[in-house]
């Protein structure tokens, strides 16, 4: 089912980015393909989102990957209201799955923005077939160019799958752009992962679009924060 998710929102996507304006406009969201090494597996997929409304905002989430031999999906949910030159505020819900092993998580986002500078985090519980426990991830982008991303952060989701990461996201043209990410964790967990985004929603520049239009997509960072827990209930169901 949530592959069918995906790709009903890659075709509605489609659908809207060629309809005539003003009504593309009031949708945005983007499309993205991802690829790299997550400790020793190799992970590839896609993730797609579409909201609507500009201060009010509700936004639909999709993913599926791969990673290894395991099938990674899932779907999900935000409540927004954003002031673009100053805040969002959020809540989000979503529910991901590796190799039946489910993840759901709730909770609260936020953005605040000081010139070239946002931080973001989110705070939350995370429920399924892992420990039940609170979550927490912290951001802290700035944008040199207004078309260029640098990111530091960090994530908390229990006693194994604490995080740190890095990355970097430039929009080249067309709403196109390319991304890295790059972490590292406790029990020697590490990843390193690129891709290419496309935002529709207007011709914008990169902070622009992050600040007024679509939220990031979480489902494959959140099941990736997550992991150590999985693969701990994947073995307890293989005894």
Do not use: C
């Not at 995906?6 to 945005?28: D, E, H, N, R």
């Amino acid at each position: 089912m949530p592959q069918r998710i995906v790709l009903a929102l890659a075709i509605v996507a489609g659908m809207v980015t060629a309809w005539p304006t003003p009504f593309a406009q009031a949708f945005s969201g983007q499309l993205q393909g991802i690829y790299g090494q997550v400790e020793n597996d190799e992970l590839e997929g896609g993730e797609a989102s579409l909201a609507v409304g500009s201060r009010f905002g509700l936004q639909l989430d999709g993913a599926y990957a791969e990673l290894g031999e395991d099938q990674l999906k899932g779907v999900g949910l935000h409540l927004l209201y954003r002031e673009s030159e100053s805040y969002l505020l959020g809540l989000l819900a979503d529910h991901a799955e590796l190799q039946d092993v489910d993840l759901n998580r709730v909770g609260v986002e936020g953005e605040l923005y000081a010139g070239p500078v946002t931080l973001a985090a989110t705070i939350g519980h995370q429920i399924g077939d892992i420990d039940d426990i609170a979550f927490g991830v912290v951001d802290l982008r700035w944008y040199p160019g207004a078309d260029l991303m640098l990111v530091a952060g960090g994530s908390l989701a229990d006693s194994e799958d604490d995080r740190v990461h890095l990355g970097a996201e430039y929009q080249m043209m067309g709403g196109v752009s390319g991304y890295v990410d790059l972490a590292a964790g406790e029990n020697r967990y590490d990843h390193a992962l690129a891709g290419l985004r496309y935002y529709f929603g207007g011709d914008k520049e990169l902070m622009q679009r992050h600040r007024r239009e679509a939220a990031p997509n979480p489902i494959i960072t959140n099941v990736l924060q997550g992991l150590a827990g999985i693969r701990s209930r994947q073995q307890e169901l293989a005894r």
